[in-house]
C-alpha cells in the first residue's frame, strides 16, 4: 500500500490499485467521507484498472446484474405495469421467469425496466433495422452533359439514357457546354434544354429552371415517381419471378415423375 498526496485534497492511499480519499484533508478537515461518497475509489495511476480507461463505451442497454440503482419502474414481459420495485425483487422475477431484466430508459427516475428475452431482442432489432435499410430510398443525381450543336443520332441516345435513369427515380441535371463562339449563343442550349424537357415531360419535370454556370448551362429533371416506389415496384417484380420460376420447377418434377 502507497500513499500520495494530491494537490488540495490531501492523502491519497493505494490500496490494491485502487485509490482511496484519507479522512483528513489539507487543511484538518475531514472531507474523506463526503468525497468517497460523491466520486468513490477511482483506479491509481499504472495500476492494471487504470488501463482500461479509454474503451469505447457500451451503446447497448444495462441488462440484469449491470443495473445498479435501489429501486427501478418494472414492466412485463407482455407490457404490463407492474410499478416501482426494489432491484432485488425485480431480479428475482426475471429469474422465476427465466427471462432478462432490461433497462429500457435509463434517464428516467426511477430507471425503467422491462422482462424480456434479451438475446430475442437484440436479434429481432438486428432484423428490423436490416429491413429498414433495405427499404431505404436514397434519391441519386444522375448528370448527362450535351453540346449546343448535337446531333439527332447522339441526342435520341442521351435522351435514352434520361429516361432511364427518371424511370429509376433518380434525379438528372442536364449540363449544356458551350465552347468557343458558342457562348455567344445561350440561346441554342436554352432551347435545347426545352426540347429535351418537352420530350419527357411524362417521365419528370423541371425542378431547376435553366441558367447559366460560366460556360455552361444547367437544368435539373426531378422524375415524377419516388425512388421508393420504383424500388417497392422492382422487389415486387423479383419476387414474382423467383415464384413462376419455382412454380415451374414444381411441374418439370411433376411431369418428369409421371
Not at 65 to 77: N, Q
Request: overall charge positive.
Amino acid at each position: 500500500m502507497t500513499v500520495r498526496r494530491s494537490p488540495g485534497f490531501g492523502l491519497h492511499r493505494c490500496d490494491g490499485g485502487v485509490s482511496v480519499l484519507a479522512s483528513v484533508g489539507v487543511d484538518g478537515i475531514d472531507l474523506g467521507p463526503r468525497l468517497r461518497q460523491a466520486w468513490g475509489p477511482y483506479p491509481c495511476r499504472g495500476s492494471p484498472a487504470a488501463s482500461v480507461q479509454g474503451e469505447p463505451i457500451s451503446v447497448e442497454p444495462r441488462i440484469n446484474d449491470r443495473i445498479r440503482v435501489a429501486e427501478v419502474r418494472l414492466v412485463g414481459p407482455n407490457g404490463e405495469q407492474v410499478g416501482i420495485v426494489r432491484i432485488e425483487d425485480a431480479l428475482r422475477l426475471a429469474q422465476e421467469s427465466d427471462l432478462d431484466l432490461v433497462e429500457v430508459a435509463p434517464m428516467a427516475r426511477p430507471p425503467v425496466c422491462k422482462l424480456m428475452d434479451f438475446g430475442k431482442f437484440k436479434y429481432e432489432s438486428a432484423v428490423k433495422e436490416r429491413e429498414a435499410r433495405k427499404n431505404q430510398a436514397h434519391t441519386i443525381i444522375k448528370e448527362m452533359k450535351l453540346r449546343p450543336k448535337i446531333d439527332q443520332h447522339d441526342y435520341d441516345t442521351k435522351k435514352g439514357h434520361v429516361v432511364r435513369f427518371l424511370k429509376q427515380g433518380d434525379k438528372v441535371k442536364i449540363t449544356i457546354m458551350f465552347r468557343g463562339r458558342e457562348q455567344s449563343r445561350p440561346e441554342l442550349g436554352f432551347r435545347l434544354l426545352q426540347r429535351l424537357a418537352s420530350d419527357v415531360e411524362d417521365l419528370g419535370f423541371v425542378e431547376s429552371s435553366p441558367k447559366q454556370d460560366g460556360r455552361n448551362m444547367v437544368m435539373v429533371l426531378g422524375p415524377l415517381r419516388k425512388k421508393a416506389d420504383v424500388m417497392a415496384e422492382q422487389r415486387a417484380e423479383r419476387e414474382n419471378r423467383k415464384t413462376a420460376a419455382a412454380l415451374a420447377a414444381d411441374d418439370a418434377v411433376s411431369t418428369r415423375e409421371q
